[in-house]
């Protein structure tokens, strides 16, 4: 079992920045972040492979986003910039053991319990 702990979220103003973290327990294939926003499904947000630290990025967020990680891969950072009111959400990390159809949530085993993130216009 992997725990994961996400700390980072806030309030934050139209075209500012937060950068949130994910700190795991254990070894996994990939980490990925998804959001939901009230009323809306789970959204795929970008993720970062274990081994050898290829990144993935929605296309809704390619660009604005970086996904990077510690050296040894036990934190995992996503760096959200130019921050529009639509990407209010809570923010949740979650891990894999296989890379295959890692942009679906239910490819992902253990998930932390996410973090807000509030963008004001």
């Known amino acids: 079992q992997v725990q994961l702990v996400e700390s980072g979220g806030g309030l934050v103003q139209a075209g500012g920045s937060l950068r949130l973290s994910c700190a795991a327990s254990?070894?996994?294939?990939?980490m990925g972040w998804f959001r939901q926003a009230p009323g809306k499904e789970r959204e795929f947000v970008a993720a970062i492979a274990g081994s050898n630290g290829n990144t993935y990025y929605a296309d809704s967020v390619q660009g604005r986003v970086t996904i990077s990680s510690d050296g040894a891969k036990n934190t995992v950072f996503l760096q959200l910039n130019s921050l529009k009111p639509e990407d209010t959400a809570i923010y949740s990390c979650?891990?894999?053991?296989?890379?295959?159809?890692?942009?679906?949530?239910?490819?992902?085993?253990?998930w932390g319990r996410g973090t807000q993130v509030t963008v004001s216009s």
């Open positions: 254990g070894r996994y294939a990939v």
């Open positions: 979650a891990v894999a053991f296989t890379l295959f159809r890692l942009r679906v949530p239910e490819t992902y085993s253990f």
